[in-house]
């Protein structure tokens, strides 16, 4: 199994950038996939980008351009680099690991993105 935390959220104005890490831990190289999510309130729960160990990356069509995904293996830490949020980006932002065909969630964070 494996331990997803995330980081990185809070209250940023409109044009704002935010960069959220999510922290892997336990069995990491077993993890075939990594992804984030979101969800605003009273909304479903959606992708946001997705990313491969082999490198292919998928990005939500409305969110390309302004949302880029990465990861740092050498720290076991994805990546989400958010540049000109929206007021519409504001939720809780959640990543998850595929891994011996399971799916494991983080717990969320925050982002509120308001003047």
């Known amino acids: 199994q494996v331990q997803l935390v995330e980081s990185g959220g809070g209250l940023v104005q409109p044009g704002g950038s935010l960069r959220l890490s999510c922290a892997a831990s336990?069995?990491?190289?077993?993890?075939?996939?990594m992804a984030w999510y979101r969800q605003a309130p009273g909304k479903q729960r959606e992708l946001v980008a997705s990313m491969t160990t082999g490198g292919t990356i998928n990005y939500a069509d409305s969110l390309k351009g302004r949302f880029t995904i990465s990861r740092d293996n050498a720290k076991n830490t994805m990546y989400l680099q958010m540049n000109s949020l929206k007021p519409e980006d504001t939720a809780v932002y959640y990543c998850n690991a595929a891994l011996n065909f399971k799916i494991y969630w983080g717990e969320g964070t925050l982002v509120t993105v308001s003047s």
């Open positions: 336990g069995s990491v190289s077993d993890i075939y996939a």
